[in-house]
């Protein structure tokens, strides 16, 4: 299904809008609460059944065990190495649970979960072709517009403040503690209906929100090697001491034991070209960027404009990179291949997500030799 939203007038992209002709001021609308983001090109999934809390508990990070009807949590799939397959959204109505997943992981997490249902009392139902997630902020006319509309079910993103069985590695006040954001669930046949309700705000526009507020996604910050540590999501989709599930070992060992290997930053960009790294590009420390035999010491996972800071960005970077080395990215569009030319340099100062001495939160005393 095409979504009605890319008949507003000025949508630009495909399946859904990057922007509509005037990306900084959605963006602004969209921060103040007046707008609202189409998110039907992502995945819902629903789980029904008697079962389905202490099941899904059995598997993820977060403790699902007793969650209440309408109480939006987060949770993470992660494979026996600890490392992130899937973040999900999820919020009950007293009847089945409804999980929203980013794009592209619909499918496969609903052949997993149906792969481990065995016995159990419960149903998976990939739902993304019946309904469509919409996002919006508190604090303006957008929230009560949406509701309006009867959505089935809204999830409260939980970021805004560490949840019950985590922990933050960020030191002072968090970036993401004012963060409101709310997807509310419609029938896609009522999407149209939505569309025209509210002013529409583009994907670039939740972006600069996002990378502002700290907030990790998995689709654009994730790979293969990713750990939840190394993004501060302990804080919000992980629960510490709820017992075991896949992976569990890993989370245990490194925030107790150990350190994360790398660590997401914000950095701020020099603004003087007017350019964006690309996501993948590689970053440097000063004066390195242009040395084609550098070796990098991390990379770009995205970048934005935002309308207050300028350019901003997430990078993963070494553990090992001090918290106040000045960085450079390499530009152009070729910039994640360390073979390819060097094109620009931007420089950037790095903001503390997680610091370089996170994790290893235990000591272990040591024995006395005989």
């Given amino acids: 299904m095409t979504s009605p939203f890319l008949s507003l007038p000025g949508a630009v992209g495909s399946p859904v809008a ?33 079962d389905r809390l202490s099941w899904l508990n059995s598997m993820t ?5 007793g969650l209440a ?7 993470l799939l992660l494979d026996p190495n600890g490392r992130i397959e899937h973040a999900i959204r999820v919020v009950d109505d007293g009847e089945r649970a409804w999980l929203l997943v980013d794009e592209g992981s619909a499918e496969p997490l609903a052949a997993f979960l149906n792969r481990m249902r065995f016995a159990l009392r419960v149903e998976v139902a990939d739902v993304s072709a019946d309904f469509a997630a919409v996002l919006a902020f508190a604090g303006g006319t957008a929230l009560a517009a949406l509701r309006a509309l009867g959505p089935v079910v809204e999830w409260a993103d939980p970021w805004a403040e560490v949840t019950r069985g985590g922990t933050q590695y960020a030191n002072g006040e968090h970036a993401g503690a004012e963060w409101s954001a709310v997807q509310l669930v419609f029938p896609t046949e009522r999407l149209g209906a939505v569309a025209r309700a509210v002013a529409p705000a583009g994907l670039m526009a939740l972006d600069a929100l996002e990378i502002r507020a700290w907030r990790p996604s998995r689709v654009a910050d994730v790979d293969e090697r990713a750990i939840p540590h190394e993004f501060d999501w302990l804080r919000s989709a992980v629960h510490l001491t709820k017992g075991c599930y896949r992976g569990q070992e890993t989370v245990a060992k490194v925030h107790n034991l150990g350190h994360p290997p790398r660590r997401l930053v914000m950095l701020h960009l020099d603004g ?3 350019e964006l790294p690309v996501a993948g590009a590689l970053v440097f420390r000063e004066g390195e960027a242009s040395d084609p035999e550098a070796r990098p010491v991390g990379r770009i996972t995205r970048a934005a404009l935002h309308h207050e800071w300028g350019g901003i960005a997430f990078a993963l970077l070494k553990r090992s990179v001090p918290a106040d080395v000045t960085l450079a990215v390499r530009a152009g569009a070729e910039a994640a291949d360390p073979q390819a030319p060097v094109e620009g340099v931007i420089a950037a100062a790095q903001e503390m997500i997680v610091p370089t001495d996170a994790g290893a939160t235990r000591t272990i005393p040591k024995l006395k030799r005989l």
């Fill in 18 to 50: 990057q922007h509509y002709g005037a990306p900084v001021a959605e963006q602004r609308a969209l921060d103040a609460g007046d707008a609202a983001v189409d998110l039907s090109h992502r995945g819902i999934i629903t789980v029904a059944g008697p």
């Fill in 272 to 274: 003087s070209e007017g």
């Fill in 69 to 75: 009807p309408g109480v939006s949590t987060e949770t």
């Fill in 61 to 65: 990070s977060q403790q699902l065990l």
